[in-house]
């Protein structure tokens, strides 16, 4: 039974709310999906410089155990179809981190004919961090913007479909 | 290190040297193949960079043969195999890039096909290495080689359509409900 | 109590113990196929039958583009040919541009030019280290090796403002001259590398663990290494002793010296995945070398020669071959006339390396293959381009 939607909202809920965003923000494991060049700079912003590490993040090998999906370099559209199986094998919740000019709009090779100009026409995109390649600052940067995005997240409140139309 | 600088003037005619030398060579590596082939093999075509012989598209396989195993020759390295589309003239030149370990030598191979039907022999049983470099002219190119033991697309997805570095090639609209088309901010269509 | 376990070559016959040949799936996302490549892994238990390898997965169409931006415009996407030794594909295509124009580059210029390459050459060597370091199961060197190629990361960010994808070179030159102070801030950094090379040696070169995992693994012959078109370090580890640099010299190597180092057979046989490991680790030494010599020869007079904005090429058509940290890169370039090139080939030194997977795949283990791609130092943009 899921606890989502389950309870109604009250001080209680939000503290938990905030208890369940904490840690799971702070141990965010990311899928080693490196594509291109970009990948090395992720490989370095794991590296003991950088140190993802100490915000609690983990390479996993495999989509099944991973929260976060980096998207490091060139998607090409072979790969693209693969992405999107990749994307479907994790569990929720998840998350896409699109690193580099060419996985947010195809950067540089938006000339070719075999690149997919950006990976949000494939799956869903939470930040988009620019550069080519972005430093390991600017990708630790990105990612602390989706610890924040993480950290406003409503889990045993959801508003309901009408109220969030309302909202936005 | 002090004399480093003037020593420019002298490479310079270490290359023209051997310039020299390699014309030679070039026409008796064409002569050789002359008595063996016949009028499959061309003349000898000068560039500003390199001369290269032309060889028919049936004998290129038997032309390599030879310029493998001639103990004077051993050309036992393929180091470059391209293709090139000219539709001006119809054809598509495959370009074999030889290397002779041994002799420290290189020598290029010129072979002109039709470019409605391009068909060549393929020389992967002459060099292994040409398997993969065969293959990604056909995946590249359209040009299909005869004899190949395993000619499908290497670097593009199986169900592709055309062959992209033709010169006249259109580049899809969209690929298994991708679109490959991004409206860019500079005003340039991406694709074109 | 024991088990006896007969092994049949026939599948499911009847008597013995039944085995059965599966296809397994490896990549494209796998962490230790150095990018995106693709394995279809024919095995039977451990022992595999046959790898085909797959690529394509990062066909980026970069020949094309060539054709579409002009030949300045093409210098930026030579950096992604090999992002992990971008400023060797910068020279080879400053090379063949150069040639076909007839343009002469200053001396400093290339002087400029081979301290960034040898820098960068140290730079992909140490990845390579680190990364075979992770795909045998150790991972303290790959941090031992990602500390030092920051290192050089700073160097060659404060040479022309880039980390990894340098577009450093020009047409005829470089971008940029060395920065002030530049030999003293190099020089330094090598005086602290090279005997942390030493380090690496006991780290990780002799650990015995690491030699039996690798010794005689994937022999390879300097015949078929020819044949297959190895080149570079890989070659040379399978006992050919040549290096385009010193072999067929281009740019100023011929002012320098150095040794080239080629596979001896230590703990097993010339040309298996230790020797392709260890050629690796020489040649960081020997860069080095170029290095020091480089900067103390360093010649004065500009960093570029004088070529046109809109430079156009007699038509022609050149063979470019490069020593890149991945081996000898041939480049065909074709030109007629226009500002934009005709036709742009590249045979790179990954390509060939992952062609012949396939034929050393029978009889490894699954766990080899790892060892296998590791030690030919495959790059995925260099396949597939």
């Not at chain 1, 790969?79 to 060419?102: D, F, I, N």
Request: some cysteine; proline content about 6%; charged content about 25%.
């Amino acid at each position: 039974m899921s606890l989502v939607n389950s309870v109604p909202e009250m001080v209680l809920t939000t503290k938990v709310d905030q208890l369940l965003n904490w840690t799971r923000k702070s141990s965010l494991w990311y899928m080693l999906f490196g594509l291109a060049c970009c990948a090395i700079e992720l490989m370095q912003t794991g590296g003991p410089r950088a140190d993802l590490d100490r915000f609690g993040m983990a390479p996993r090998a495999t989509p099944r155990t991973s929260d976060l999906m980096i998207v490091a370099g060139t998607l090409t559209l072979k790969m693209a179809l693969r992405t999107k199986l990749l994307y479907e094998q994790m569990p929720e919740p998840k998350y896409v981190v699109s690193m580099g000019s060419c996985s947010n709009c195809g950067g540089l090779f938006q000339l070719a004919y075999s690149v997919c100009d950006g990976v949000d026409k494939v799956i869903p995109v939470d930040v988009y961090v620019p550069g080519c390649p972005p430093r390991p600052e600017a990708l630790t940067d990105g990612l602390i913007l989706l610890q924040k995005k993480m950290s406003e997240e409503k889990w045993l409140v959801r508003p309901s479909a009408e109220e969030a139309a309302l909202l936005s | 290190m002090a004399g480093a600088a003037e020593c420019g003037g002298g490479s310079v005619a270490l290359v023209e040297l051997s310039r020299v030398e390699r014309d030679m060579e070039i026409a008796a590596i064409r002569r050789l193949l002359h008595d063996k082939l016949g009028a499959a093999v061309g003349v000898v075509e000068e560039g500003p960079h390199y001369e290269s012989i032309r060889i028919d598209d049936d004998a290129v396989e038997r032309a390599a043969m030879l310029l493998r195993d001639t103990p004077e020759l051993r050309f036992d390295c393929l180091s470059n195999l391209s293709g090139c589309d000219y539709p001006g003239r119809g054809a598509i030149d495959i370009v074999y890039d030889l290397y002779s370990y041994e002799f420290d030598r290189s020598l290029v191979l010129r072979v002109s096909t039709r470019r409605g039907d391009p068909l060549v022999d393929s020389v992967e049983r002459v060099w292994p290495a040409a398997n993969w470099l065969e293959r990604e002219v056909f995946d590249l190119l359209g040009v299909r080689f005869r004899g190949h033991s395993d000619l499908r697309r290497i670097l593009l997805p199986e169900d592709w359509v055309g062959h992209p570095l033709r010169k006249d090639y259109v580049e899809p609209e969209q690929y298994h409900g991708i679109s490959t088309v991004r409206e860019s901010m500079l005003g340039i269509r991406s694709g074109s | 109590m024991s088990v006896e376990i007969e092994f049949t070559d026939d599948h499911g016959s009847a008597g013995g113990f039944a085995t059965e040949e599966m296809t397994l799936n490896m990549g494209p996302q796998h962490p230790s196929t150095h990018g995106v490549l693709r394995f279809v892994v024919k095995a039977d238990g451990e022992v595999m039958r046959r790898a085909v390898p797959d690529v394509g997965y990062l066909h980026r169409s970069i020949e094309k583009i060539a054709e579409k931006v002009g030949w300045h415009g093409f210098m930026p996407y030579t950096d992604r040919v090999d992002y992990v030794a971008a400023m060797t594909c910068n020279q080879a295509w400053a090379m063949a541009a150069e040639s076909l124009g007839g343009v002469e580059v200053p001396r400093r210029a290339e002087y400029c030019r081979v301290i960034a390459a040898e820098l960068g050459r140290i730079c992909s060597h140490l990845l390579a280290f680190g990364a075979m370091g992770m795909d045998i199961g150790a991972f303290t060197p790959f941090t031992h090796a990602i500390r030092e190629r920051e290192m050089i990361n700073d160097l060659l960010e404060e040479l022309c403002g880039a980390r990894l994808t340098f577009n450093y070179l020009r047409i005829g030159g470089v971008a940029w001259d060395l920065p002030p102070d530049y030999a003293h801030k190099v020089l330094r950094f090598l005086d602290r590398f090279i005997p942390l090379v030493d380090e690496f040696d006991d780290l990780l070169s002799n650990n015995k663990i690491y030699i039996e995992r690798l010794a005689d693994v994937a022999v390879i012959s300097p015949e078929m290494a020819i044949a297959y078109n190895l080149v570079g370090p890989n070659l040379r580890a399978s006992g050919v002793d040549y290096d385009l640099r010193r072999d067929r010299p281009y740019s100023v190597y011929p002012d320098f010296d150095f040794t080239v180092p080629v596979g001896k057979g230590t703990w097993g046989s010339v040309g298996d995945c230790w020797e392709r490991y260890i050629v690796r680790l020489h040649e960081m030494r020997e860069s080095a070398k170029i290095v020091r010599q480089a900067l103390e020869g360093l010649p004065g007079g500009p960093v570029i020669a004088k070529v046109r904005r809109n430079f156009k090429p007699p038509a022609g058509e050149v063979h470019i071959r490069v020593e890149t940290p991945r081996g000898d890169q041939s480049w065909y370039v074709v030109s007629d006339g226009s500002e934009r090139p005709y036709r742009v080939h590249i045979r790179t030194g990954s390509f060939s390396a992952m062609s012949i997977i396939e034929s050393l795949s029978n009889g490894l283990m699954i766990a080899d293959l790892v060892a296998l791609i590791a030690s030919l130092d495959v790059v995925a943009p260099e396949v597939d381009r």
